[in-house]
């Protein structure tokens, strides 16, 4: 007769919890909880795969009484220590002391195909009166052939508990034609079982029975690792390095790339919260520097809107390369003027204010709306502001030759600028001037008026620039009163200190200019021993002891006429009188420098006519007083009261080159 296995494998827990039916567990409970128990440094804390809590242990003093345990170390390396309960009878799966739960394994039990019958203890708790046994699931489970199991109760005159029986019968014989097949049944038991239940198992037919091999069914005996069958059982050996290895790579490349795609999204939201954010301070900036007032006033009038623009940060930014200091054209005491190109390819120069007081935004505002009414050939061009940043910035036309004073203070006095375009800027400066003064609708005087703030041209025009200090008078007054402001060496002393400020202060600034342009050099300049002079005091101080013409530059005493130098000189004089009330007027400024070049004008084209008739000229100059003629007839360069031979050389003379 064929010899086989029956196996029965059974999940069961213990519970430590405090329950009605446990009332000395629960005390003994209660009692952990009230002290502190320090376990020895020999104690173990693990069995194989198991974690040891107090209060079980390994050895003496490691654990309270009737919660002693047991490890055994198996043959194989590979296969982990085992854990048993006391004296080593019934295995410990695991422990879940949170919970208050022990889980064990009960032994597999098999039989024989010739044994008639086996009785075996499935467990036997009597020794453990700290716990109460109960089922995991609501079966037992009887795996074989022609077997009959019964659960029995030996505590209770062998009471059957439960049984079942299972069938294997192939239908090769001639009294069983058909096939039986019923492998395996479950004994059907109560949730809480007594303290000593043992299993009998008794063969219902003489016939083989199968081996069975774990491993050969994965999807019903899973294992994740390599699969070893036993008796009765299989183990799981966890997966070789190689393996382990390779997926923590993969997890760590997971990992990465999902912190990548993490930091990716947060670059992103970071991107359009700043977005966001400043687009809030740009709108911000707009209204608080009144840029609703101003698109009004400038959508009032057709001539402003076709001049003036309001131009987004944005757009600036881009035209500066993000105000980028290689773009950086000069900077002064009003701001940080940069070289910026247009979407429109203009070439500008945006001025950054640094100095702008909230408290002068409406002032700002009105300075725009008026620029950007003026249009006059030598001075510069305001296109329009941009609004959104804190400050307002400023946008004019782009002057691409430097400045008056980069032309004139040169090492070693070698200026290339000419006696004739000398007293020809000046000329087209006071000009300027004379016009901001007397022809617009409200007077606008300067207040910085510097050979650093006169732009040249590729031609050498002259162009006024930065009208950060300027201030409007209104037409019934002729001065305001203002905190000092401008550079020294140019600086007004009787707005320095009285703080009215008038038109005169800028006729006292222009007449230093004119001083730099006779004799090359600067309004504050260090002598031959190192020592800062005044230009200004020491002209009048040569104008009185009479050697003014040693001040003077030398390639200006050989291009320029004796006489003019002169009268040049006086008006200089003039121009830094102490006393506002004795300096002349830019106009009349204006109209001397016009005459003085009108006559230098006509010495070259008629030299023998001016050589003989001295007095003539003299009429001639009179003749041709500019301040006879209208400001229109004057910005055409034409009279009518003179003859057409006589208005064509007014023209010629007059007009600035």
Request: glycine share 6%; net charge neutral.
């Amino acid at each position: 007769m064929a010899w086989g296995k029956v196996l029965l494998v059974l999940l069961a827990l213990a519970a430590t919890r405090g329950s009605p039916c446990c009332g000395a567990q629960q005390i003994e409970t209660k009692s952990i909880k009230k002290r502190t128990f320090a376990l020895p440094s020999n104690c173990s804390t693990s069995c194989g795969n198991i974690r040891i809590q107090y209060p079980f242990g390994i050895g003496h003093g490691c654990h309270l009484p009737g919660f002693n345990l047991t490890c055994r170390e198996q043959n194989d390396s590979s296969v982990p220590a085992r854990l048993f309960m006391g004296d080593g009878t019934l295995e410990v799966s695991s422990i879940d002391l949170p919970s208050g739960y022990v889980y064990f394994k009960l032994p597999v039990i098999s039989m024989g195909v010739n044994q008639p019958s086996i009785t075996a203890p499935l467990i036997d708790l009597q020794n453990y009166n700290n716990f109460n046994f109960w089922a995991a699931n609501n079966s037992l489970f009887v795996s074989g052939c022609n077997v009959r199991a019964s659960l029995v109760d030996l505590a209770n005159n062998n009471t059957i508990i439960s049984n079942c029986t299972t069938i294997c019968l192939d239908g090769s014989s001639e009294l069983l034609p058909f096939v039986i097949q019923r492998p395996n049944c479950s004994i059907p038991i109560g949730k809480r079982l007594p303290h000593r239940v043992f299993l009998g198992l008794r063969s219902y037919f003489n016939s083989a029975l199968p081996d069975i091999n774990e491993c050969d069914n994965p999807e019903k005996y899973i294992c994740e690792g390599i699969c070893k069958n036993t008796k009765g059982s299989y183990y799981c050996i966890p997966p070789t390095k190689k393996r382990t290895l390779m997926l923590a790579i993969i997890m760590v490349a997971a990992g990465n790339v999902c912190l990548l795609l993490l930091c990716a999204m947060l670059v992103i939201l970071s991107m359009k919260w700043k977005e966001r954010m400043q687009k809030k301070k740009r709108e911000k900036n707009f209204r608080q520097n009144h840029g609703l007032l101003l698109q009004q006033l400038i959508s009032t009038s057709e001539h402003d809107a076709q001049r003036t623009k309001l131009f987004p940060l944005e757009e600036i930014e881009k035209a500066t390369n993000n105000f980028d200091e290689s773009r950086m054209l000069g900077s002064g005491g009003h701001g940080v003027v940069y070289k910026g190109i247009l979407t429109d390819q203009r070439v500008v120069a945006i001025k950054k204010s640094t100095n702008l007081k909230k408290s002068e935004i409406d002032e700002f505002i009105n300075e725009v709306a008026i620029l950007s009414q003026i249009n006059h050939r030598h001075i510069v061009k305001l296109f329009g502001c941009c609004l959104e940043t804190e400050i307002p910035l400023l946008i004019y036309e782009f002057i691409s030759n430097g400045t008056l004073s980069h032309h004139l203070h040169v090492p070693n006095g070698q200026s290339k600028l000419s006696w004739d375009d000398r007293l020809r800027i000046a000329t087209e400066v006071a000009c300027s001037l004379a016009y901001l003064h007397s022809d617009v609708s409200m007077s606008i005087f300067h207040r910085d008026v510097k050979s650093s703030n006169i732009l040249l041209d590729d031609n050498l025009v002259a162009k006024v620039s930065d009208f950060g200090a300027s201030r409007f008078i209104p037409l019934d007054q002729n001065y305001i009163i203002t905190a000092v402001q401008g550079t020294f060496g140019y600086l007004d002393p009787e707005y320095y200190q009285t703080s009215e400020l008038t038109e005169k202060s800028d006729v006292y600034s222009f007449g230093v200019i004119l001083l730099e342009l006779l004799t090359g050099k600067a309004p504050i300049y260090s002598n031959e021993h190192g020592n800062e002079v005044n230009l200004s005091k020491q002209f009048l101080q040569a104008m009185r002891e009479n050697h003014a013409l040693d001040l003077v530059e030398d390639r200006v005493l050989k291009e320029g006429n004796r006489e003019e130098l002169l009268e040049i000189m006086q008006m200089v004089e003039m121009c830094l009188r102490l006393k506002g009330a004795e300096r002349p007027t830019m106009k009349e400024v204006e109209h001397k420098l016009q005459g003085l070049r009108r006559n230098k004008m006509m010495k070259k084209r008629l030299p023998s006519f001016a050589e003989d008739n001295e007095t003539t000229e003299t009429n001639l100059s009179d003749a041709f007083d500019p301040s006879t003629e209208s400001v229109d007839e004057r910005n055409q360069g034409t009279s009518t009261s003179y003859s057409s031979e006589k208005a064509l050389m007014y023209q010629q003379l007059y007009s600035p080159r």
